[in-house]
């Protein structure tokens, strides 16, 4: 089955830096990569997502990149703010629907 | 609109017995999905429902847990005689019907379950 790891752990940046959280896949065939976002005590928000067809996507400050050959894909947060702090996971999927595989998550701490 | 709703959002329970999660979907999502999170740790599936068929439920840990989805609906998570390493955030998540071209998953906020 799919296996996806994340790297780092924890991540603190100072405020106005910029973040770059990397996660890998094994199954070649995950054609659909999600970033969540989740603040203490919430559910995990969907924050941008990438499909295999693409290299590159960007909303503002969230930007993520996908190596297909490598298998692996990244998020950059640029210009960061303190309410950027939060836990980040990846996700990967084979197919257009169905159980996501996640990452073990990313501890973003934004220092003013 | 109304997002995923979980109740409870707090279930403190001891050891051995049974308990009941109950998840609403976003109305109009025929997908519905239960993950667990334990303290510190990724999203762990436990079991996929999309409309009629039938459900995969590929990723429950044990027999102990089960799920029913009543009609195309609400989603009830049951665990049996509960252990201490039960105690997890137990997550649901909503998403469109197969095949729509926009199918992101959408979370509830979580049930946190706690075993004594």
């Known amino acids: 089955g799919e296996n996806v790891e994340q790297h780092p752990s924890t991540l603190s940046v100072q405020e106005g830096d910029s973040a770059v959280i990397k996660c890998t896949y094994s199954d070649s065939a995950s054609n659909y990569f999600p970033w969540y976002k989740q603040e203490l005590g919430k559910g995990p928000q969907l924050i941008i997502d990438i499909r295999s067809n693409v290299g590159e996507k960007k909303d503002q400050r969230i930007a993520v990149t996908l190596n297909k050959t490598a298998k692996h894909f990244s998020l950059h947060i640029t210009e960061t703010q303190p309410e950027d702090s939060a836990v980040y996971f990846c996700?990967?999927?084979?197919?257009?629907?169905?159980?996501?595989?996640f990452g073990a998550g990313t501890q973003v701490v934004v220092t003013p | 609109g109304a997002g995923v709703s979980q109740s409870p959002s707090n279930k403190v329970t001891e050891k051995g017995k049974d308990v009941e999660l109950r998840c609403d979907p976003i109305s109009g999502h025929t997908a519905l999905y239960w993950y667990r999170q334990s303290l510190g740790q990724g999203l762990e599936f436990l079991i996929y429902?999309?409309?009629?068929?039938?459900?995969?439920k590929s990723g429950l840990p044990s027999d102990r847990f089960s799920a029913e989805r009543t009609g195309g609906s609400v989603s009830t998570l049951t665990i049996q005689r509960t252990q201490q390493e039960d105690s997890a955030v137990y997550l649901c998540a909503s998403s469109r019907p197969q095949g729509a071209p926009e199918n992101e998953q959408f979370f509830g906020p979580g049930t946190r379950l706690t075993v004594l």
């Open positions: 429902f999309q409309g009629n068929s039938a459900p995969d």
């Open positions: 996700a990967a999927r084979a197919g257009s629907w169905g159980k996501l595989q």
